[in-house]
Each structure stands twice: as C-alpha cells, then as structure tokens.
C-alpha cells in the first residue's frame, strides 16, 4: 500500500520539525504524499511546497482551523490551498492575533498557581513561529513542574483545566465556507473530539455537509477501530472522502511517528487519490 499523512504540523504552528525538515521525514519514511496543516496559518506552506519538489514528494498544502464548538472541541482541516491566498491568510491572521493576547492570559493564570513562566521563554522555543500551548507545556517541562508535556496539559492547560483561556474562534460554518471559498477541501478533524453521541455526531456532520464540508478524517492515532468503522460509515452515510493522518508535531507529540501514530496507522494513498478526483469533478 503508498501510505500517505494527511495531518501534520511544523514550526509555522506548534511543532518541532521545520517545513523542510518535516518533507524530508516524510520521504525517510516512505510517504507517497504528506499534508503540513499548520494552525490557523499558511506559513509554511511555500517553504515546504519548494521542498517538496526539490526531493519529488507530493505535498498537499493545508490548514487547521480551529472552530467554536460545545461540548467539545472542533477542528477543520483544509486541503490544496495556496500558500499566497490573500483573503484566507487575511482571516487566520485574526485567529493568530486571538492566540496572541490568549498566551499572556494562560502565563497570567499558571502565575496564579505558582507557575513562573514568562513570555520571552516560550517564544524562544516557539523558535520563530506561533506561540502555542505546546511550548508553554514544554517550558513547563523545562523548569521541572511537570515531568511531561501531557501531563502539562492535563493539570494545567487542557480545556476545563485551571490555567486554559478560551479564545475567539470561526463558527463551523464560517470555517467550512472560508475553506471553500479559497478553492479549498474541508474536512472534519479527528470527530471524537466533539464529545457527541451518535445522534448528535449524525445532526452535526449533516449541517457541515450542508455547509459544504466534502471529508470526515476517519483514521487517526487516537481513534479505537470501532470509532474508526462508525466513522467510515458516517462518511459513507453523508457522501464524504474518508482521510487520516498521525497529527504529528514532532517532540511536541511525544510517541506519535509521522505516518505510522503510535505504530499502526497505514493510510492509503487511495483516499488522496479520491479527494482529487471529487476536487476535479466539482470544478
């Protein structure tokens, strides 16, 4: 089987491998294509674009774009952007700036339980690129008050935790329709996330279809094979392209391989091959 990667993120956003870097991991590995789907910014996409022809990889450029949802979280994926797409860079930047007065909150909050941490160390890992709370985890790490960046995130910074700050986010239509709108594939992000029952999952990806949203990504690192059955089935239900990927942020996401998630994700190059015909057909 070509295996592909769907998912993955670089400096631009909040992982541990350059764009370069992370094409020609991708290659080492054996990936027949590879996606970078940084938060919220098209950064670096050229970067890796250039790369990736340099070596003969196909790159998919992308994006993820988070969404404002309850009770859970809501990421949407957006596959075969342009790295210079003027009206989409346009409103990511207003999601970036929404992380950027979020940190000096979250820094404020862990101050308050004890926590020194100052923004000048988490830019300096964030090395250039989006501050995130994966750096704050791993300045965390650094300074010994947790011995791992999940357990960083677990009693501090996950959502509901004592040191997380919501910060302003695109409904889900909003998001779907921006993608579309800049020539773009949307795709539902790793769905139990959402914290939904059957039903509830159904009504939602039924408006995100109506929405336009064109995929489901149904095989995922943390997904159990039976949710990766319901949500092929899902996708077949809603007439939408099954994708996957590892999410992978190099050091950030520690244990989770590009390509492989914990060992066993295999994703088939056939899914790719699909979302570019249904791309072809809609134009």
Known sequence: MERIDL??????????????????????????????????????????????REIGLELVPG????????????????????????????????LQEARRTRNPKIISRLAELGIEISMAEVENLAGGGQVGRPHMAKALVGKGYVSSIDEAFNRYLAKGGPAYVEKFR?????????????????????????????????????????AGLEGIEVYYPEHTPQMTRDYLALA??????????????????AGVELGRGFGDLAVSYDLLADMKQRRKERT
């Open 63 to 94: 994006v993820e774009i988070s969404a404002e949802f309850k009770p859970g979280t809501m990421h949407i994926l957006g596959y075969y952007l342009e790295p210079d797409a003027s009206e989409l860079a346009a409103r990511l930047a207003e």
């Open 236 to 253: 077949r239900a809603f007439n939408l392209i099954p994708t996957g990927g590892s999410d992978f942020h190099g050091e950030n996401k």
């Open 170 to 210: 695109l409904s889900p239509t909003q998001a779907v329709r921006m993608i579309r709108e800049a020539g773009g594939t949307p795709v539902l992000a790793h769905p139990f996330t959402l914290r939904l029952d059957e039903s509830g999952l159904k009504d939602t990806a039924r408006q995100l279809e109506e």
């Open 7 to 52: 998912h993955a993120h670089t400096t631009a956003s909040d992982g541990t491998l350059t764009p370069s870097e992370l094409v020609d991991l991708a290659r080492r590995e054996g990936l027949k294509a590879v996606a970078v789907t940084d938060h919220d910014t098209l950064d670096g996409l050229s970067e890796a674009l250039a790369r990736a």
